[in-house]
């Protein structure tokens, strides 16, 4: 699912054809979307943690800086919390779901419209279930939190060890704090993979 992130805009590709290419596999649809729906959201709050811990540290006070970082975190901390309420609330989704179906069909563009919005409600039933057993399950939810996590932590230290390979003596901690901002600036910026605001607020940054 990465290769469809990094060329879409907002980086927002890969869950919907990891979710194609599971359904591919035999898995219900419904299972299908709410497995790597769960990965998103949890990814999303390993990485809006670090990122209040990096903003609370103070470390940056540049406003040029922390004007975009601040506009970065409301954007990632906006989409799950979509997510997570359209989860919450299915009668709210299932009238959206008869609404659009409805627009659809009567555009001529859909057969059987009643068939169609049946089948989308009852995989909608089975990836509320599904994202249920998932974050209802406690130590379900902390294996997957704590490897999103890792993964978070994993990913914002890369540039460090290049830098260090490339012989530069600069502190771990200072890269990661830079890192994390970098990612924040650039997390609402609609290029495929964040392309051109990536490498030029990492030059800006790191120059």
Request: with cysteine.
């Amino acid at each position: 699912g990465k290769y469809y992130d990094f060329i879409t805009p907002l980086s927002a590709g890969g869950q919907p054809f990891q979710a194609i290419y599971l359904a591919k596999r035999g898995i219900e649809a419904g299972t299908a979307t709410a497995i790597p729906i769960a990965g998103f959201l949890t990814r999303h709050a390993a990485f809006i943690l670090i990122a209040i811990g990096v903003l609370i540290s103070g470390t940056v006070t540049s406003r040029a800086l922390l004007i975009p970082a601040f506009v970065g975190l409301f954007c990632v901390i906006l989409v799950p919390t979509v997510i997570i309420f359209f989860g919450l609330a299915p009668k709210v989704t299932e009238a959206i779901i008869h609404w659009v179906i409805y627009f659809i069909a009567k555009l001529k563009l859909l057969k059987d419209p009643a068939g169609r919005e049946e089948n989308i409600i009852r995989e909608l039933h089975t990836y509320m279930g599904s994202m249920s057993s998932i974050f209802n399950g406690k130590v379900m939810f902390l294996k997957v939190f704590l490897l999103s996590l890792a993964f978070e932590l994993a990913m914002d230290s890369m540039p460090y060890f290049v830098l260090r390979a490339f012989g530069n003596s600069i502190t771990y901690i200072s890269v990661f704090r830079s890192v994390v901002f970098v990612y924040l600036c650039v997390s609402f910026v609609p290029t495929p993979g964040n392309s051109g605001a990536a490498e030029g607020s990492f030059y800006a940054m790191f120059s």
